[in-house]
């Protein structure tokens, strides 16, 4: 099971919850990009998942053009502009959109805000969407 979460930037929001769908949701690969990456993962983005023991030397800013050849069971858009400019998928990839703030520009707080925020309301919808596909994949 795969699932790309899609950002503007790249940098902040998609990385954390990219570190988050990786340490909490067993069985799901999760990848994150941008629709205009800006090529580096935010200072204080890194800090939260170190401090919560989650950081991984694999999370970077990257272009959707980089990782095209990947087929995804699910497409996560956490900001507006990305949901505006989300690709079509070749395989009638099921999209989601839960926005959540930008923190890039704000102190630290708004980066530890944001992680709560993504970890309490796209961690259950990711979940869900994954129980309800299984279900559905084993029915059949």
Request: proline share 4%.
């Amino acid at each position: 099971m795969r699932v790309l979460i899609l950002c503007t930037g790249n940098s902040c929001r998609s990385i954390i919850a990219e570190a988050l769908i990786d340490r909490y949701i067993d069985g799901v690969d999760a990848y994150s990009a941008g629709v205009a990456p800006i090529g580096e993962v935010n200072p204080y983005a890194k800090r939260v998942l170190e401090a919560n023991g989650i950081w991984r030397d694999k999370y970077h800013s990257k272009d959707i053009d980089s990782i095209e050849d990947i087929d995804f069971d699910l497409v996560v858009t956490v900001c507006d502009s990305a949901k505006e400019q989300c690709p079509l998928f070749s395989k009638q990839t099921p999209q989601v959109h839960i926005g959540f703030s930008d923190p890039d520009g704000k102190e630290y707080s708004a980066f530890e805000d944001t992680y709560r925020d993504i970890k309490d309301r796209l961690l259950p919808q990711v979940k869900k969407y994954f129980k309800s596909f299984t279900i559905r994949c084993v029915v059949s």
